[in-house]
T-cell receptor, first 114, second 112 residues
Framework: GENVEQHPSTLSVQEGDSAVIKCTYS??????FPWYKQELGKGPQLIID?????GEKKDQRIAVTLNKTAKHFSLHITETQPEDSAVYFC?????????????FGTGTRLTIIP | DSGVTQTPKHLITATGQRVTLRCSPR?????VYWYQQSLDQGLQFLIQ???????AKGNILERFSAQQFPDLHSELNLSSLELGDSALYFC???????????FGSGTRLTVV
C-alpha cells in the first residue's frame, strides 16, 4: 500500500518568513495530493490540493509543488502569520470511483514566532 | 460547520465498556471514512464505507466495528475498551471520484 513520509516534524519560523514542508510517497499510481491544516481541538481542514497532471498550484500565500518523477510534493507558505500556527498533514491517494482513501503523513507542527 | 456531523463531541467511559460514535456525512457524499488520532499522533485509517458497503479496512482492531446505514450515516462501535483506546476519532466524507475529504470535528474518547 501507499506510504507517505513527511518532514520536518516540527518547524518554527519568524513571522513574515516562509515555511516549507516536504512529503514523499511510494505508490507511483497515486494521483491526488491534498494538504490539511489542523488547529487545536478541531478536525483537519483541506487548505490546498494538487492532482498528478499539474506541477504547481497557488492560492494566495500558499502553494504546492509536485515532482512525479521523484515522488515528492511540498507545501510552501509565504509571509507567514500567527494564525498559520497549526499542525499540517500531507496525504496521497489513488482516486477512483468510490475510493478516495487518503494515506496521511505524520504531520508537521508549525509555530510562527511573532 | 464543515457539513460532517459527529456526535458526541466528548465521551468518558470506563475500561471494558462499549461505546458508539455517530457520523452524518455531508449531503450527497456517499463515502464515509473513520480515522483514529492518538495524542500527538498522525491520522490512522480505520475503515471506509461507500454507499452502505465496506470498501477498505485499515488498522482496525477486532474489538471495533462499523456500519453505514441506508440514510448514509455511519456508526463506529468500540467494545471492551482499554486505556489505550483513548483518542480523537474523526469521521470524514468525500464526493465520489473527486478526492479529498471533509472532516467532522471529532469525538474525543477518554477511557478511565
Amino acid at each position: 500500500g501507499e506510504n507517505v513520509e513527511q518532514h520536518p516534524s516540527t518547524l518554527s519560523v519568524q513571522e513574515g518568513d516562509s515555511a516549507v514542508i516536504k512529503c514523499t510517497y511510494s505508490d507511483s499510481a497515486s494521483n491526488y495530493f491534498p494538504w490539511y491544516k489542523q488547529e487545536l481541538g478541531k478536525g483537519p481542514q483541506l487548505i490546498i490540493d494538487i492532482r498528478s497532471n499539474v506541477g504547481e498550484k497557488k492560492d494566495q500565500r500558499i502553494a504546492v509543488t509536485l515532482n512525479k518523477t521523484a515522488k515528492h510534493f511540498s507545501l510552501h507558505i509565504t509571509e507567514t502569520q500567527p494564525e498559520d500556527s497549526a499542525v499540517y498533514f500531507c496525504a496521497a491517494s489513488k482516486v477512483s470511483r468510490g475510493n478516495e482513501k487518503l494515506t496521511f503523513g505524520t504531520g508537521t507542527r508549525l509555530t510562527i514566532i511573532p | 460547520d464543515s457539513g460532517v456531523t459527529q456526535t458526541p463531541k466528548h465521551l468518558i467511559t470506563a475500561t471494558g465498556q462499549r461505546v458508539t460514535l455517530r457520523c452524518s456525512p455531508r449531503s450527497g457524499d456517499l463515502s464515509v471514512y473513520w480515522y483514529q488520532q492518538s495524542l500527538d499522533q498522525g491520522l490512522q485509517f480505520l475503515i471506509q464505507y461507500y454507499n452502505g458497503e465496506e470498501r477498505a479496512k485499515g488498522n482496525i482492531l477486532e474489538r471495533f466495528s462499523a456500519q453505514q446505514f441506508p440514510d448514509l450515516h455511519s456508526e463506529l462501535n468500540l467494545s471492551s475498551l482499554e486505556l489505550g483506546d483513548s483518542a480523537l476519532y474523526f469521521c470524514a466524507s468525500s464526493v465520489q471520484g473527486r478526492g479529498g475529504y471533509t472532516f467532522g470535528s471529532g469525538t474525543r474518547l477518554t477511557v478511565v
